[in-house]
T-cell receptor, first 109, second 114 residues
């Protein structure tokens, strides 16, 4: 099956810093989503982005499907951005999302 | 409802007991998914429903796990003869259709088998 690799596994920032999270996938995909899992375990939808670029406030994402990667940009980070960021994809005729192992982000005040 | 709702939020059960976990999807969403998340890992797929039928149950780990969605809305994940290794957070998601649609997750049920 498809492999999803996220980097870095851990990231520690000072408030106000910018960061880039990366998601590589091993095959073509139909769907790609970025999620933020908050400290209470809730998976919050950030972007539905199988291709192209989207922006939502301080966050933006780009997926280059032909090169099999996606990037999540966080600008002017805040302590509330802390948590685990997951990339998840579907491929072919399968409906199941395959998740990466996540990037754990800690933003210190 | 406004979002995917899962009950209970937490469940502690003794080894060998039977448990049921409930998921209420977003109104109008025809596709429903169950995932399981162990500590420090990403969610792993268990089963997918399109309407009332289980379209893909390839992620169910063994025959102690079963799920139903009799009226195409609420779903119940059932675990028989629970084992300590079943301890995890069980997540439910729904989407408006199936193919490549955006999925929305509930807050999960944390199951602890003692």
């Amino acid at each position: 099956g498809i492999q999803v690799e996220q980097s870095p596994p851990d990231l520690i920032l000072q408030e106000g810093a910018n960061s880039t999270l990366r998601c590589n996938f091993s095959d073509s995909v139909n769907n790609l989503q970025w999620f933020h899992q908050n400290p209470w375990g809730q998976l919050i939808n950030l972007f539905y982005i199988p291709s192209g670029t989207k922006q939502n406030g301080r966050l933006s994402a780009t997926t280059v499907a032909t090169e099999r990667y996606s990037l999540l940009y966080i600008s002017s980070s805040q302590t509330t951005d802390s948590g685990v960021y997951f990339c998840a994809v579907t491929q072919g005729g399968s409906e199941k999302l395959v998740f990466g192992k996540g990037t754990k982000l800690t933003v210190n005040p | 409802g406004a979002g995917v709702s899962q009950t209970p939020s937490n469940k502690v059960t003794e080894k060998g007991k039977y448990v049921e976990l409930r998921c209420d999807p977003i109104s109008g969403h025809t596709a429903l998914y169950w995932y399981r998340q162990s500590l420090g890992q990403g969610p792993e797929f268990l089963i997918y429903f399109q309407g009332t039928g289980a379209a893909d149950d390839s992620g169910l780990p063994n025959d102690r796990f079963f799920a139903v969605r009799p009226e195409g809305s609420v779903s119940t994940l059932k675990i028989q003869r629970t084992e300590r290794g079943d301890s995890a957070v069980y997540l439910c998601a729904s989407s408006l259709s199936s193919w490549a649609a955006e999925a929305f997750f509930g807050q999960g049920t944390r199951l602890t088998v003692v």
